[in-house]
Structure formats: C-alpha cells, structure tokens
C-alpha cells in the first residue's frame, strides 16, 4: 500500500459577521452549521441546493443577547439551538415557521457564559462560566429548563465543557490548568476525577477538551502549547464509574496557545492556535491499516467477517445506550449521524487495531495561516468525511477539505 499524503485544502470562505468568530456548531444532520460572534449574531450556514454555489446564510439570529455570544450548540435531534454569551445568558433558539425564535432563556451565572454543551440524552443541558462555576439544566415541560446543580470544583474561569458521546459524563476545563469529569448521581453532578499534576497533567489554562466519537479518548489542549490524549475507561461496577489516564502527551508543534481541538469520525484530531494555524493529528499506523480496511469494504468486502466487525458492534451498542427518556418532540438524530460515521470501515478498523493506545501520534498536516488571526473553534462534519470548518478572530469561517486518509488504498 502506498505511503498515505496529507493535506487540508482551502473550499470556501462564508463572510457576514463583523467581528470575531468564536465557535461553530454543525447540526447533527450536518445540513447546517451554525457560527456565533463577538458581533451578537449567529449565523446559520446551509449548503445551496445549486451546484457550485458551496454554503450560504440561511438566517441570522440577534437581538437577544447584549454582548459576545460565545458558544452555540445543536441539540441531539437538531431541533434546538443554545447560544451562551457573555452578558451572563443562555438562550434556548427553535426553528418555527421557518424563524428562529427564542424560546426560553437560563440565568444565573455571574458574569460571561463561556460554554454551553446538550447531553446526548437531550435531557440535560451543562453551561459554565467566568464565575468559576459549572452548572447543570434539565429539560422541563414545554420549554422550561430547570437548574439541578451548581458545582464550584475549579478555582478559576471555566473555559469549555464536552459531553461524553454516549454516557452522561461531562468534562469540564479551567484557568486552573486542571480538568474534571462529572457524573451523575441520582440528579447529583459528582466530581469523579480530576486530571491535574506536573506528572500528567497541563502547566497552563486548559482551553478546549473534546471526546473521541466513540467516547474511548478524551484529547485536550492548552495554553503550554501542548495537545493531551487520555484514555477513558469504565469500572465493571454497578453504576460503571470513569477514569482516564494519560495515554500521549504531544508537544512541540504548536509554538503559541492551542484554543481548540476536535476529533473526526476516523480518529483524526484537529488543532486550531494563536499563532493562526490549523494542525492534524493522527497515528499513521491505525490510518495504514483503517486505509486498507476501506479499500476492502470498497471492493466488496464483507464488514463482519474482518476484524473490525468487534467495534462496529461495540459502537453501535454505545449509541444504542438507553439514557433518559427523551422529551416530547425531541429525538436524537439517528445513531449513524448522532455519532458521525459510525459504521465507517476506516474509523472501525483504525479502532480495532492492536496497538491503539501506543502507536506514536504525528502531525500530519499544518496549515500556517489559516486566519489572519487567533484560529478560535475547528469542527469536523459529522458524517462528511474530512470537511472541517474553523472560525478565527478574522471574522471568517472557513470550510476545509482533509485528503489522505484512504485516499492511497482508494487508488489501489
């Protein structure tokens, strides 16, 4: 098999905000993607239905919040938008009519609301803040939400808070240079751990954390200009408890502060820095052989009779996972767009491999100046393989293309 090549290729520009882009959220359909601003807008992208036009607005949601809107995210079903803004504010957004309206929205933090993440379930929203604190919603009847905890477990700004994709575990990331992870004890957010220490954990604020699809890696990165991987693992108890260990530590290819991170459906991770450039992450050994897995189902393949067939089982079993029951009129976008490309030949076999946990991680591609400022939020499709979008303090949002993983067994 041939040597795989790597690069990430510029397809579109969507300009329309007059400030900074802070974060971007793709719906779980991935037929829109939503960016928020420093501008008090959000936008909402949608591909043209005329070929060649790429991604265009589709609507503008403002007049809500009074300052920056920080973080936007899509419910499960993807029929409910939350933005958290720094006015102290998290708004609740639904599609009617063919508007966006405001529905609801949670109060109760301080000062700015930094993050804003929906359980999987689509039961529970998690919002935290400069307040130092994290605080946990539930969905009520019609559209009220109701705040079941407040947790005061950092000792200085929260900055960004990521959902497990099929369990209720949140990870939450501090000024504090620390990590937790919360779960749910009979309605109460525990702290089950903290990822934290010279021997293991970051030196400077954490910034952004994010969950693998399959919900066996957490990565992290910081203002030490490190990108984390950490292993997450289940106790055989009843209830199962989490704990995550330190699995890669990569440094040295970033030389200003990494603000965000992402994983694809294929294990690919994606950095975006203050020094305006996107980077991707992967462990070339898994992608060879996820390539000729690929190359394999192509040419007809038969997916139970390979050695992936173990983790397309265990993935979907994850998805299938029964949580709280869902509310009236909002059900999670199938399991196969829920959790991107789940039964993806490349991503089960990349998963199945032996060796997962200890084949080196390398950069596989950067793009320097991917902005013309701070790169704020990079985000992969969530079933498109290897479109990924990223915001920057430019205004801009940016649509990409990766090209490599499976690209060489493809032309076998």
């Not at 609740?92 to 930094?114: A, C, D, T, Y």
């Not at 890696?217 to 289940?234: G, I, M, N, Q, Y």
């Not at 399991?335 to 032996?354: R, V």
Request: aromatic fraction near 8%; glycine fraction near 8%; proline fraction near 4%.
């Amino acid at each position: 098999m041939a040597t795989l090549a790597h690069s990430l290729e510029p397809l579109q520009t969507l300009e329309g905000h007059t400030d900074r882009v802070w974060h971007l959220a793709w719906s779980p359909d991935g037929t829109s993607l939503a960016s928020c601003s420093g501008d008090r807008t959000v936008r909402i992208w949608q591909q043209s239905r005329i070929e060649g036009r790429g991604w265009r607005c589709a609507a503008v949601l403002e007049d809500t919040h009074t300052k920056s809107i920080r973080c936007c995210c899509w419910s499960p079903g993807g029929t409910h938008l939350a933005t958290a803004s720094f006015d102290g504010t998290t708004a609740i957004w639904q599609l009617q009519g063919g508007i966006w309206e405001e529905i609801s929205k949670l109060e109760g933090h301080e000062n700015e609301v930094k993050a804003v993440a929906w359980s999987p379930c689509g039961n529970f929203l998690a919002t935290c803040g400069r307040d130092k604190s994290v605080w946990f919603w539930e969905r009520g009847l019609g559209d009220e939400y109701d705040c079941m905890d407040v947790k005061h477990g950092h000792s200085q700004d929260v900055k960004s808070i990521a959902w497990h994709p099929s369990r209720e575990l949140l990870a939450s990331c501090s000024y504090d240079n620390s990590i937790k992870l919360w779960a749910n004890d009979e309605a109460d957010w525990v702290c089950v751990q903290t990822l934290e220490g010279a021997a293991v954990g970051h030196s400077s604020t954490v910034w952004s954390v994010a969950f693998s699809r399959d919900g066996r890696k957490l990565a992290s990165v910081s203002d030490d200009c490190t990108l984390r991987v950490w292993s997450v693992e289940w106790s055989e108890g009843c209830p199962p408890e989490p704990h995550c260990s330190l699995a890669a530590c990569i440094s040295g290819h970033h030389s200003r502060c990494i603000f965000t991170v992402d994983w694809s459906a294929q294990g690919l991770i994606a950095t975006g820095d203050g020094a305006n450039s996107i980077k991707l992450f992967g462990q070339p050994s898994l992608l060879e052989t996820a390539a000729a897995a690929a190359a394999a189902a192509a040419a007809g393949s038969d997916p139970a009779a390979n050695s992936s067939s173990g983790y397309i089982q265990q993935a979907a079993d994850a998805a299938a996972e029964p949580g709280t029951p869902q509310p009236a009129g909002e059900q999670p976008a199938p399991a196969q767009q829920q959790n991107g490309e789940l039964y993806d030949a490349a991503a089960a076999a990349a998963a199945a491999a032996a060796g997962d946990a200890a084949a080196a991680w390398e950069c596989l591609c950067s793009v320097q100046q991917a902005h013309d400022a701070d790169v704020n939020c990079v985000r992969w499709h969530p079933s498109r393989q290897g479109l990924l979008a990223s915001a920057g303090d430019d205004g801009l949002v940016k649509l990409w293309q990766y090209k490599g993983l499976g690209q060489a067994a493809a032309q076998q």
